[in-house]
DNA sequence: ATTAAATTTTAGGCAAATCTAAAAAAATTA
DNA sequence: TAATTTTTTTAGATTTGCCTAAAATTTAAT
């Protein structure tokens, strides 16, 4: 598979993770920053290879192949997230664009061996699930902070936004996986919350309550 | 900077540092496994980025620029080598074709920090040396332990052929870097060596003999 | 010094992945 | 429902990297 049929599964993977129906051209054309034409093209490809389910004009769907296939990418991409700032230190915010470049490096054992390295873990370090050699995604309970009521306690357990704009601002609140978050208060007038981390208090925009996952404990 | 280009211009520099002088298209072409038309369209390309020094019929040359490029390809490529071995034990016959493809990842930071992260290694696992990050490199003094003469001892730091049958043979020999081996006698009939090793004696042929690198001691 | 052989380059083509512009189909709206 | 708008596809070009076959150049041999 070359590098850019492998970019084309991975973004209808998600967007199929997102909406559930079929996706659209245009969508994938959005997404991909390219143009509805090529999008038109590569579908074919792939249909051609059984990777995708694929009618004119009817919007495209992944084949159990083709979502294999895609959950192997995100699988890699996840994983050498992980090694980025477990073992090289690099910030949560910097490793999106190596990932996407490392994801496409192709040996089963390595991936596999890495796997190993990194004790086999289950969640990148956004909080998104990894998938194990089988293809298999172990999904944890999450919601928003924003969805939360007064006195409700929850873990961090990801980010709905993965901006850099939006990681380095919980960086600087010191807010990362793990964190322990507990709702003092939410303000009607604008829902901002009062919310208590690490024994300090601190009040949160409904912006960035409504793109923090918590496990709600 | 293509994937191609940068085959290109690695091919060129071990070329380079093989023979010295200039390299001919016909040996890109074989070393590439490609043919000397596709080579000399890649040439023009190279010498108009002033990659390389190019004149028809004449060979090339790398420029300064070109130079050090290859030498980061280079470095790439053995830092990728010393964390497949050293971090997730693959054995130094496997990692090649994988660091074939990691050389390729563009990034300053990710590769500083895995240089860091590998302890700064001067020697990749086949005892070949890593430029740092200014593209110097450091070469330790070492012989063919075919060119030695008995009585005298040395130090394995690195092999001249890396095909995975060698480096099977040398395992399996229990030899690897920085053995220590006394060399007991030559035959003079084959050229063949009795040789002490880890305080075992074996005898090896001079094929063999002649594709170790050691440091005299 | 010619001729023959080997090397290297040019010319023309092909496949992948992209694009623009135009045509076809589907969805929306009046 | 008919007209309009949006979406999607087709048709035809372009770029990159490769190929084959033929021409040009250099090297080697007689």
Known sequence: MTFSEENYLKTIYHLTTISESGVSTNAIAEMMETKASSVTDMLKKLAEKDLVNYKKYQGVSLT?????????IVRKHRLWEVFLVDKLDFSWDEVHDIAEQLEHIKSEKLINKLDDFLGNPTEDPHGDP???????????????????????????????DTSPEFLKYLDKQEISLGSKIEIMGKESFDLSLKIKLNGRELTISNKIASNLFVKVV
């Open 64 to 72: 159990e192949k083709g979502k294999l296939n895609a959950k192997m």
């Open 130 to 160: 990894i998938p194990d050699a089988n293809g298999q995604i172990i999904n944890t309970e999450k919601h928003l902070l924003s969805e939360l009521s007064e006195n409700q306690n929850g873990i961090c357990v990801g980010v709905k």
